[in-house]
Nanobody, 127 residues
Framework: QVQLAESGGGLVQAGGSLRLSCAAS????????MGWFRQAPGKEREFVAA????????YYADSVKGRFTISRDNAKNTVYLQMNSLKAEDTAVYYC????????????????????WGQGTQVTVSS
């Protein structure tokens, strides 16, 4: 079993920044790739970013590339999502999830490749 707990969401004005955190327990964190997804009302869950277990490879959705940065601290069993230049369309519930440490980059964009999920944290960007 793996437990994931997201934090750091909130209300921010367009152009502002937030940093999300996801604390993991129950599995050797350093052997697990991690991802962030988001889901807006009435829309499907979509991939945001992912990071391999060593932190040396990261992947981003085109919609957030250049604005969001995923990172991890294996000593703290935590993955982060730094979100800058936020837009109204970034409003969603953000989820972190665990994944196998695949070498194929396309495996990180698929929600069905992830096994454990957190409860999510709400991010609301006002325009």
């Amino acid at each position: 079993q793996v437990q994931l707990a997201e934090s750091g969401g909130g209300l921010v004005q367009a152009g502002g920044s937030l940093r999300l955190s996801c604390a993991a327990s129950g599995r050797t964190f350093s052997s697990t790739a991690m991802g962030w997804f988001r889901q807006a009302p009435g829309k499907e869950r979509e991939f945001v970013a992912a990071i391999r277990r060593s932190g040396d490879s990261t992947y981003y959705a085109d919609s957030v590339k250049g604005r969001f940065t995923i990172s991890r601290d294996n000593a703290k069993n935590t993955v982060y999502l730094q979100m800058n230049s936020l837009k109204a369309e970034d409003t969603a519930v953000y989820y972190c999830a665990t994944n196998q440490d695949y070498s194929r980059s396309d495996y990180y964009t698929r929600a069905d490749r992830y096994d454990y999920w957190g409860q999510g944290t709400q991010v609301t960007v006002s325009s």
